[in-house]
């Protein structure tokens, strides 16, 4: 019924034949590739041969329904039928939603950038608070996370941090958060009460594999430095940290994170590989956004998408015109009501678009 899924069950067949193979097994690095891409198929590959197992068990049950004469087998039979076809009915739902989800609901892995923008270090704390609460959000869903690089607000918070996010269902979950987010609070600094208005961008990458990606070491400038720090810090005094720029694009990472410079590079590597992958999905995703509204498509990090309030204890995001009274919920973490509306009203605009090609 949904040949691209029937495509996933067999590229996840090849990769279980890969893990039992010598040569993967004999390649550390080639494993963790398999293992990941095994990972995040596995949803799709039982959903797709329970349902085909279901449709396997009706075809015998109706066969054997036309050959049986006697009334209590056959009474059996109908009633096993019965209960067989609303499980039927139940997973054609559940593999549609699969259909609609595309290539997200099979992605475990993320990049998540968070910047500080118009506001200063109003900003600065403010992505901080928006780190924190992706942060709790990661825990509660036993999700992993890995900072790969950040810059220090001079007040704390963040000028900007850059974070991985690994587990089943991460990037499908977090895929709406790119844009611009805006918050309407009394700073602490704020003697006379007035509320004051910041913001911060959130970009969220989808972790590129090696294989999704082709990168030329000749299209690449390197260039290492000592890592630097907020104002009274300790730094680096060696060049560890890495800086790597992608020629043809223009697109230029950096990371100094790590003490090692060898760290730090692979982590940048990391970082570039889904910076371009997000670039060549953007331009796929142009043309859907360009036929309907959608929640992603333009890649155009500086549009508004969700205002937190604090004096009203709301939030409301803009392109779904939800807006939910409970801020310090979502503040720690709490995110599933805004996350399941965002991926519902994908999934109809996903839909529509299906009925009317």
């Known amino acids: 019924m949904f040949p691209s899924l029937d495509l996933k069950l067999r590229r996840f067949e090849e990769l279980e034949m890969m893990l039992q193979s010598a040569e993967v097994l004999a390649n550390p690095q080639k494993m963790v590739e398999v293992q990941r891409e095994y990972g995040g198929l596995r949803k799709v590959a039982e959903t797709v041969r329970t349902f085909n197992k279901l449709s396997t068990d009706i075809a015998d049950l109706e066969g054997m329904l036309e050959a049986e004469a006697d009334d209590e087998t056959r009474s059996y ?4 039928l019965k209960g067989l076809r609303q499980q039927f009915e139940g997973m054609k739902t559940e593999l549609e939603d699969l259909v609609t989800a ?4 099979t992605r475990g892995g993320l990049i998540m950038e968070i910047r500080g923008g118009t506001g200063g270090d109003e900003a600065a704390l403010f992505a901080g608070d928006l780190y924190n609460m992706y942060s709790r959000y990661v825990d ?9 690089d950040a810059s220090p607000g001079e007040q704390g918070g963040f000028k900007e941090i850059v974070f991985s996010v690994s587990g089943e269902g991460a990037f499908h979950a977090l895929q709406f958060e790119s844009g611009g987010h805006r918050v309407q609070r009394v700073p602490a600094t704020e003697t006379q009460g007035r509320i004051h208005t910041s913001a911060a961008t959130v970009a969220v990458l989808p972790e590129a594999e090696e294989v999704e990606v082709d990168i030329n070491d000749k299209d690449l400038i390197v260039e290492t430095m000592r890592a630097g720090g907020p104002g009274g810090q300790k730094v680096n005094k060696i060049e560890s940290a890495v800086r790597i720029t992608h020629v043809p694009s223009g697109i230029a990472v950096k990371c100094q994170d790590e003490k090692s410079q060898h760290k730090n590079r692979a982590k940048a590597m990391r970082m570039l590989r889904s910076r371009l992958l ?10 859907r956004a360009d036929q309907r509204r959608t929640l992603i498509g333009s890649g155009d990090r500086s549009e508004r998408i969700r205002t937190y309030n604090f004096p009203q204890s709301r939030v409301t ?20 009501e805004l996350v399941k509306s965002l991926i519902e009203f994908d999934r109809q605009e996903r839909l529509k678009g299906m009925n009317e090609s």
């Open 140 to 148: 509660i869903r036993g999700w992993s996370q890995e900072i790969l």
């Open 278 to 287: 997000e670039a060549e999905q953007n331009k796929a995703q142009q043309a």
């Open 317 to 336: 995001d803009h392109r779904i015109g939800l807006t939910l009274h409970k801020l310090d919920a979502i503040m720690t973490g709490e995110l599933d």
């Open 77 to 80: 039979a109908e009633s096993e």
């Open 102 to 105: 595309g290539d997200s609901i």
